[in-house]
């Protein structure tokens, strides 16, 4: 109940193009739901994030889309750059005080192609 | 420093040995994690400190593995009897409390051989 499964593992898109990533969670009690990107030998930066009171967040090339009932969250990066390939993991937490104790996805590794 | 600094980056050592990892948060920050990512893996929880209060252990795999933090300062995770599968990277995480921005450090990659 506590996992978070994301999909693709693995996804190749060329510039322009849209990347989605997508996720999926059971507990009911998460109501915190970050991505973050993390570039080879770097650590994960947060890079945007909603909470289940709306349905979208955008920013920038950035938006999550996300669907309460159907448990599901999604990552679009529209006009996708070169400068995006990283690894892109969406999380999941159960807010409070507590909201850096995560449960996350395995990851999707993006390659954008010039 | 500007942000969170861990040490050492790399450490190799051999099975049946300690080790201890060094976390520096974000000067301000009264909240820190411990995540492991294993190679290829998402990260998983291993341990939260919050000010003064007791740590939220939840996340430790075993009783191999401990974390100390003085004040709101510096962490130490200590992995005793290191096996094959400790091997991966430890991240440590900042935050200021009740924000949900998590701020990592670039890790210790851990080689148990």
């Known amino acids: 109940q506590q996992q978070v499964k994301q999909s693709p593992q693995s996804l190749i898109v060329q510039k322009g193009g849209i990347s989605i990533i997508n996720c999926a969670y059971e507990n009911t009690a998460f109501d915190y739901f970050p991505w973050y990107q993390q570039f080879p030998g770097k650590g994960p930066a947060l890079l945007i994030a909603i909470r289940p009171d709306v349905s979208e967040k955008k920013e920038g090339r950035f938006t999550i889309s996300f669907n309460k009932s159907a448990k599901q969250f999604s990552l679009h990066i529209m006009d996708s750059q070169p400068g995006d390939s990283a690894t892109y993991f969406c999380?999941?937490?159960?807010?409070?005080?507590?909201?850096?104790?995560?449960?996350f996805g395995q990851g999707t590794i993006l390659t954008v192609h010039p | 420093g500007a942000g969170v600094s861990q040490s050492p980056s790399n450490k190799v050592t051999e099975k049946g040995k300690d080790v201890e990892l060094r976390c520096d948060p974000i000067s301000g920050h009264t909240a820190l994690y411990w995540y492991r990512q294993r190679l290829g893996q998402g990260l998983e929880f291993l341990i939260y400190f919050q000010g003064n209060s007791a740590p939220d252990k939840s996340g430790l795999p075993s009783d191999r593995f401990s974390a100390e933090r003085t004040g709101e300062s510096v962490s130490t995770l200590t992995i005793q009897r290191t096996q094959q599968e400790d091997s991966a990277v430890y991240l440590c995480?900042?935050?200021?409390?009740?924000?949900?921005?998590?701020?990592f450090g670039e890790g210790s990659r851990l080689t148990v051989l």
């Open positions: 999380a999941a937490g159960a807010g409070g005080t507590s909201y850096g104790k995560l449960t």
């Open positions: 995480a900042s935050t200021r409390t009740g924000v949900g921005e998590l701020f």
